[in-house]
């Protein structure tokens, strides 16, 4: 069956690089997301990876996929405290369905 | 443009009023989604249309009853919630093609007294 993984709570201070791990169960997942979530507010797609890549950057994001051990990390570097929040791995299979981890909340302590 | 627009951002019915979400897009996108979330909890999936037609139905209480007037706009109709059905409501977009990395609107968070 399909699950998703991630750890609950993560802190780190400003400046800091953090790591956001997660670990999926299907080997036939096509493609790999991460969405922040601030309080209050809906999803916010923050960047994605196809499973034919093993890595990917955007700006002060790099997504890590380690297709054999089946595990997504987010590292986001010099870390602000506009980067708290709460961060959902997810992923799709094809289709409309896509799983979502239970969420790993960031604290950024100035 | 990515943005998906929800109405209202709160809402607050009683167990026996009948009240619309509504969600707008206009990224061409052909699927549209509602997503029920509780706090601190990921969203979980409640309907799907794709190309203006009901594709998925996740055994939600006829009490919530979705519609897709057109490619752009989805409507959650409420009647006789339960304080349990309180929740953030999310909408979301996506194209129909590999990947569906979805879109979502900032939500309407629902109080039922």
């Known amino acids: 069956g399909e699950d998703v993984e991630q750890s609950l709570f993560l802190s780190v201070r400003e400046g800091d690089s953090s790591v956001i791990n997660c670990t999926y169960t299907d080997s036939s997942s096509t493609y790999l997301y991460w969405y922040k979530q601030e309080p209050g507010a809906g999803l916010q797609l923050l960047t994605y990876?196809?499973?034919?890549?093993d890595m990917k950057q955007d700006q002060r994001l790099t997504v890590l996929l380690n297709k054999k051990d089946k595990h997504l990390s987010l590292r986001i570097a010099d870390t602000q405290t506009g980067d708290s929040a709460i961060y959902f791995c997810?992923?799709?299979?094809?289709?409309?369905?896509?799983?979502f981890g239970a969420g790993t909340r960031l604290f950024v302590k100035a | 443009d990515t943005e998906v627009t929800q109405t209202p951002k709160h809402l607050v019915m009683g167990m026996t009023n009948k009240k619309s979400l509504k969600c707008e897009q206009h990224?061409?996108?052909?699927?549209m989604y509602w997503y029920k979330q509780k706090a601190k909890k990921p969203p979980e999936l409640m309907f799907v249309?794709?190309?203006?037609?009901?594709?998925i139905n996740e055994s939600v209480p006829s009490r919530f009853s979705p519609e897709c007037p057109n490619s752009s706009l989805l409507n959650l109709h409420l009647h006789a919630l339960q304080p349990e059905d309180s929740a953030l409501y999310l909408c979301?977009?996506?194209?129909?093609?590999?990947?569906?990395?979805?879109?979502f609107g900032p939500g309407t968070r629902l109080t039922v007294t």
């Open positions: 249309y794709s190309y203006e037609k009901l594709s």
């Open positions: 979301a977009s996506s194209q129909v093609r590999e990947g569906y990395e979805q879109y």
């Open positions: 990224m061409g996108h052909r699927a």
């Open positions: 990876i196809f499973s034919n890549m």
């Open positions: 997810a992923e799709n299979t094809g289709g409309f369905k896509t799983i």
